[in-house]
């Protein structure tokens, strides 16, 4: 079989790395489909003709792996992990997870020509979030991003037991300034709740996690120098526990840093598992306030794809008092996609994925739309940003404000 | 990609990116040429129709090229030849400062300033404090060309 794979290659314009390892990889997972379509029948893209991941997997099995790459664009896909919750042929580490099976696709083939002008067509805001990883990633001078807690009544420490890792929140906040979307009150708002349950968290320079560059490039070199500095410049700090406050890091810290890292021994908490561990919402008092009615919005890298984390946020907003929490209709496993992924792919298709998640949230008629992840809160207040010359339709974007989790708890309590 | 070129073992001589808006700062640096004002050989221009032209992507990709100090520079306050564009530069920079030093940039290695048609003068007087400036600070330490930049760039 590899031989027959490897000549294949050979005539093709593709030149892959890790070769013999990652096609054993894909083909065996691609091995496990019997073409139940089911993949197809819940992907968003599919239903906007744009991407079928059976006809992808099929392929794989079928005809050689540049001929694949070349018939399907692998960069399209969103990495939602919608399929593979569907899919009846993935379990634990085995079977079609179509997510790792692109992942690891864009791993080995994102240095050919065709692959590179697909990312380039992909890429938006200029690459302007790629080539900051980069630079960050390749810099001998640590950032300096911890500026924004100057002036701030907040007590962070230099080593201890538990971190908090910020991540690339400050660095939003600066690329979208005109958005308003407040990134940097998630970090004020967990360290002041830490403080007030006597925690004094770790809070250091680190760089990125490394997401985008991972999922969004297939980019293993700049990941891996991510994942060594933070690893080792937490591990220098004494930290046993990590606290995260975004979907992404959540699923980097948790999943994918052991991987590359060789002794990788930390907790991994979202504040929000870590919150109810402490039961730290508990013995906080919060303001009379009128009834607030929110929705949350499951994102995929906490949900689908980090260890389905839906009950901890949930539990955290029902500990709100005066906030009554309606769901939409498509939740947890379900949840509808915000449609973009690491800031690749934003076109109509994606503005529909978008239009159709808010729709949904404004059915329920919540005053808030509450998320976890800063790629949601970002495009979906872009979608509501909109300038629109309809305005029945203002009147009803106007009606749902989108928060996320962390700086709506802030809100509620003053903190920010 | 700017090619100036590095000599060995003599004094670091920097590579330096300025971008003029046409109106006002590049009829400045015109003028510093004309009345023979001197500055150093480091910089290059890029003439641009307004200092809001220049994205922060620009700065960014400038440095991730191996440039070492990139300077913008446009009308003063109020004289753009757009009404509102330096302010636009004014408020997109300042953010933009805030980036470079979260992405571990020097906060020196860029600077914002405005040049009027008339002052040649001051130009060649930038120029030359501003090349003290990166000479000082010594090479950037961002590596050069890294990842697929290159191709991108076209
Ligand atoms: S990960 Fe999401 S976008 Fe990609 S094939 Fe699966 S369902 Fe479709
Ligand atoms: S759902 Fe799974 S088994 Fe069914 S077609 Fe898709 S990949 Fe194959
Ligand atoms: S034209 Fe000079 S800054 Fe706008």
Redesign the pocket.
């Known amino acids: 079989m590899s031989s027959y794979i490897n000549n294949e290659i050979k005539c093709s314009n593709y030149n892959f790395q890790n070769l013999g390892v990652t096609i054993k990889n894909v083909i065996s997972m691609a091995n ?9 029948n819940v992907c968003p893209l599919s239903h906007l003709d744009v991407f079928f ?2 006809k992808l ?1 099929g392929d794989l099995i079928l005809s050689s792996l540049g001929e694949v790459l070349t018939n399907h664009n692998i960069w399209n896909c969103l990495t939602c992990g919608q ?1 593979s919750i ?5 379990q634990e580490n085995l079977g ?1 997870r ?1 997510p790792d099976l692109i992942l690891e696709l864009r791993k080995a083939s994102r240095k050919s020509k065709i692959q590179i002008n697909r990312i380039t067509q992909c890429e938006t805001h200029n690459e302007i979030f790629p080539l900051i990883s980069k630079m960050i990633a390749n810099n001998p001078i640590s950032p300096n991003k911890l500026e924004f807690l100057k002036g701030k009544v907040l007590k962070t420490a230099d080593s201890g037991e538990i971190a908090y890792f910020i991540g690339c929140l400050p660095l939003m906040e600066e690329i979208f300034y005109n958005f308003k979307c407040n990134y940097t009150e998630i970090p004020i708002t967990i360290i002041s709740l830490l403080n007030e349950a006597n925690i004094v968290p770790v809070v250091l320079n680190e760089k990125c996690c490394g997401h985008d560059i991972l999922w969004g490039e297939g980019d293993t070199e700049t990941f891996k120098k991510f994942a060594e500095y933070n690893t080792q410049l937490y591990k220098d700090a004494g930290v046993k526990i990590v606290i995260v406050g975004c979907a992404e890091g959540y699923r980097i810290w948790k999943y994918d840093y052991p991987k590359i890292v060789d002794d990788f021994d930390f907790k991994v908490f979202h504040f929000s598992e870590f919150f109810l561990k402490e039961k730290i919402l508990e013995h906080v008092k919060f303001p009379q306030s009128s009834k607030i009615k929110v929705t949350y919005h499951d994102s995929c890298r906490m949900g689908r794809l980090g260890g389905r984390l839906y009950n901890a946020p949930r539990e955290l907003i029902r500990q709100i008092p005066g906030v009554e929490l309606i769901e939409m209709d498509n939740i947890k496993d379900d949840a509808n996609c915000c449609g973009v992924a690491t800031f690749l792919n934003c076109n109509e298709y994606s503005r529909f994925l978008r239009q159709n998640r808010i729709n949904e949230a404004i059915n329920t008629r919540a005053e808030y739309l509450i998320v976890s992840c800063p790629k949601c809160l970002t495009h979906f207040n872009c979608y509501l940003n909109e300038p629109s010359s309809n305005e029945e339709k203002k009147e009803l974007r106007n009606n749902i404000k989108v928060m996320d989790l962390a700086s709506f708890i802030g809100k509620l309590l003053f903190l920010v | 990609m700017l090619k100036i070129k590095k000599k060995r073992n003599k004094e670091f001589e920097p590579a330096i990116l300025v971008f003029c808006c046409n109106w006002c700062s590049y009829a400045g640096a015109d003028l510093a040429g004309v009345s023979r004002f001197q500055y150093p050989p480091n910089i290059r221009i890029v003439r641009v129709m307004c200092s809001s032209r220049v994205e922060p992507i620009y700065v960014l990709r400038s440095f991730s090229n191996g440039i070492d100090g990139v300077l913008v520079i446009g009308c003063h306050k109020g004289d753009c030849h757009y009404m509102h564009g330096f302010e636009y530069t004014l408020n997109r920079m300042e953010h933009l400062k805030n980036l470079l030093k979260m992405v571990g940039i020097e906060e020196d290695r860029f600077w914002l300033h405005s040049i009027s048609a008339s002052e040649g003068k001051q130009f060649s007087e930038l120029i030359i404090e501003f090349t003290h400036t990166i000479k000082e600070l010594g090479e950037s330490k961002i590596p050069k060309r890294f990842g697929t930049m290159e191709f991108k760039c076209n």
Do not use: L
């Not at chain 1, 496990?32 to 197809?40: E, G, L």
């Open positions: 496990y489909c019997f073409a139940c379509n089911r993949c197809v991941p059976r997997v399929c569907y899919c009846p042929m993935t079609v179509i």
